[in-house]
């Protein structure tokens, strides 16, 4: 746990760096901006769908039948809303993978750990295929836990718990690439693998805060980069 603790200081000492500070807000604002132009020009479309298939349920009909067809609307802008939360997250997720990781992997071995030598164990199609697998897992467990929304705290544990396991499965692999060897990296996270998903857990909470949000990518790559790369060392020494 010591090490999680001194992974999210560092990282959050780090964020007011300036190579740091120019890319920080970068990921999450440039998925909003996605989302709300897609949002602009699909709206009606997504809705429209959604509203459709709801149509031809019984529930329309008992709805049809009290003249509240109007519910069937608000349902399908409510579903397509709760649905472009996580997308705009995933995507803010992707974006740092892909653009920030490698910034912050420089500036974390620059600045820590100078001596570590480099096993350039990982490769981009080995990431490409760890970000195709983490989404597809992260959705199937989005859709399999929306019943747990309706149970209160469900509401609140189900999307923790995911958004954790995601954002771990995505920044350890990209966060050792360079530096461990296939044999360090699985050694590492079985080794691991307890408070790689706490440190997810930590990040994730974060999501909840206003404005602190908006940093969470940045932070969450940065302190996954600390955390691994201080395990790498450790594991070497």
């Not at 009290?66 to 996580?86: K, N």
């Not at 295929?129 to 929304?149: E, M, S, Y």
């Not at 691991?192 to 909840?208: A, D, K, N, Q």
Request: with cysteine; glycine share 8%; net charge positive.
């Amino acid at each position: 746990m010591q090490d999680v603790i001194t992974a999210i200081s560092r990282a959050t000492r780090n964020l007011f760096h300036p190579r740091i500070v120019a890319i920080v807000f970068l990921p999450m604002l440039g998925s909003v901006l996605l989302w709300a132009v897609l949002g602009w020009l699909f709206w009606d479309s997504w809705t429209g769908g959604i509203a459709a298939a709801m149509a031809s349920t019984t529930v329309a009909g008992w709805l049809q039948g009290w003249s509240a067809l109007w519910v069937i609307d608000y349902t399908a802008s409510f579903v397509v809303l709760v649905g472009l939360l996580p997308a705009i997250y995933v995507t803010a997720l992707l974006l740092t993978e892909f653009f920030a990781i490698p910034v912050l992997v420089r500036f974390v071995a620059e600045r820590y750990h100078p001596n570590l030598a480099r096993a350039e164990g990982g490769t981009l199609a080995g990431s490409l295929v760890n970000a195709a697998g983490a989404i597809v897992v992260f959705a199937l467990l989005w859709i399999f836990t929306l019943p747990l929304w309706l149970t209160g705290v469900g509401a609140v544990l189900a999307p923790l718990l995911t958004s954790a396991w995601l954002v771990q499965r995505l920044f350890r692999y990209d966060a050792l690439a360079e530096h461990a060897s296939p044999e360090e990296f699985a050694l590492l996270v079985r080794r691991s693998r307890g408070e790689l998903l706490m440190l997810g857990i930590i990040v994730s909470l974060l999501l909840y805060v206003p404005v602190v949000n908006l940093l969470v990518p940045v932070l969450g790559g940065l302190a996954f980069t600390q955390f691994c790369l201080a395990r790498l060392a450790r594991l070497r020494s």
